[in-house]
């Protein structure tokens, strides 16, 4: 693993970019993407965490060690999980919350509470493969996309000083919000901008229920091609 890891590592932030990326992108295929990337997540982005975590213990606050010359990893791995992959790959939390404000179609709802439960704790399998998400063209741009949004809203919230780095390891199935909370030595300003990140998934995904609810209806209809392509205009 170290063979491919530690090269990687000095590509900095171009590392966390890829993983925010490429891991909906493997999993819209059916690949696991977390799994297939694991260079990057164990090889890389954890260690950069406890290197965060070390330096943090060491001087005892984060303001001390900035001030000692100090530099925290802003792509540790446990602020992928508190920011952005929020109900897991995808930030499909969100799109639970979507399908229950604006989809009317009892399927999707059913699908929708019975991944609530998993979803809240970054599971996101029973969405993934029961909506389905994987090989779903209306879903496609959405659940790519959402990612390396959040990333971007995260990294303008720390480099403005709202967020502190990440300074502690929480289970990765910490709900959001508290794993940010957690992830940052009980920073409240982390949690709000964890949920703040989930609204914002949340919007991006509502659109697309609504057109995947139209399609649907239109599949159900045993309409034509052409009418079932016009249902999913926007």
């Given at each position: 693993?170290?063979?491919?890891?530690?090269?990687l590592?000095?590509?900095g932030?171009v590392?966390?970019w890829?993983?925010v990326?490429?891991?909906p992108?493997?999993?819209?295929?059916?690949?696991?993407?977390?799994?297939?990337?694991?260079?990057l997540?164990?090889?890389?982005?954890?260690?950069?965490?406890?290197?965060?975590?070390?330096t943090?213990?060491?001087?005892?606050?984060?303001?001390?060690?900035?001030?000692?010359?100090?530099?925290?990893?802003?792509?540790?791995?446990?602020?992928?999980?508190?920011?952005?992959f929020?109900?897991?790959?995808g930030?499909?939390?969100?799109?639970?919350?979507?399908?229950?404000?604006?989809?009317?179609?009892?399927?999707?709802?059913?699908?929708?509470?019975?991944?609530?439960?998993?979803?809240i704790?970054?599971?996101?399998?029973?969405?993934?493969f029961?909506?389905?998400?994987i090989?779903?063209p209306?879903?496609?741009?959405?659940?790519?996309?959402?990612?390396?949004?959040?990333a971007?809203?995260?990294?303008?919230?720390?480099?403005?000083?709202?967020?502190?780095?990440?300074?502690?390891i929480a289970?990765?199935?910490m709900?959001?919000?508290?794993?940010?909370?957690?992830?940052?030595?009980?920073?409240?300003?982390?949690?709000?901008?964890?949920?703040?990140?989930?609204?914002?998934?949340t919007?991006?995904?509502?659109?697309?229920?609504?057109?995947?609810?139209?399609?649907?209806?239109?599949?159900?209809?045993?309409e034509?091609?052409?009418?079932?392509?016009n249902?999913l205009?926007?």
């Amino acid at each position: 693993m170290d063979t491919i890891s530690t090269p990687l590592a000095s590509l900095g932030s171009v590392v966390g970019w890829a993983y925010v990326i490429f891991v909906p992108l493997l999993w819209f295929f059916g690949i696991h993407g977390a799994l297939a990337l694991t260079a990057l997540d164990n090889g890389i982005m954890t260690p950069w965490a406890l290197e965060n975590i070390a330096t943090y213990q060491q001087y005892g606050s984060v303001e001390a060690a900035l001030a000692a010359g100090k530099t925290f990893h802003i792509w540790a791995k446990p602020m992928l999980d508190s920011f952005i992959f929020l109900g897991g790959s995808g930030a499909t939390l969100g799109l639970i919350l979507a399908i229950f404000i604006a989809s009317r179609r009892a399927d999707y709802r059913q699908v929708a509470k019975l991944a609530l439960p998993s979803g809240i704790f970054q599971i996101n399998e029973p969405i993934l493969f029961g909506l389905p998400i994987i090989m779903n063209p209306v879903m496609f741009i959405p659940f790519v996309l959402v990612q390396p949004i959040l990333a971007a809203i995260t990294l303008a919230a720390y480099y403005m000083g709202i967020i502190p780095p990440v300074t502690n390891i929480a289970p990765w199935t910490m709900p959001t919000g508290l794993g940010a909370f957690f992830n940052t030595n009980g920073s409240v300003a982390a949690l709000l901008v964890a949920l703040f990140n989930l609204g914002i998934a949340t919007l991006i995904y509502l659109p697309f229920v609504v057109v995947a609810n139209k399609a649907q209806n239109a599949i159900d209809k045993e309409e034509s091609e052409e009418d079932i392509a016009n249902a999913l205009k926007f």
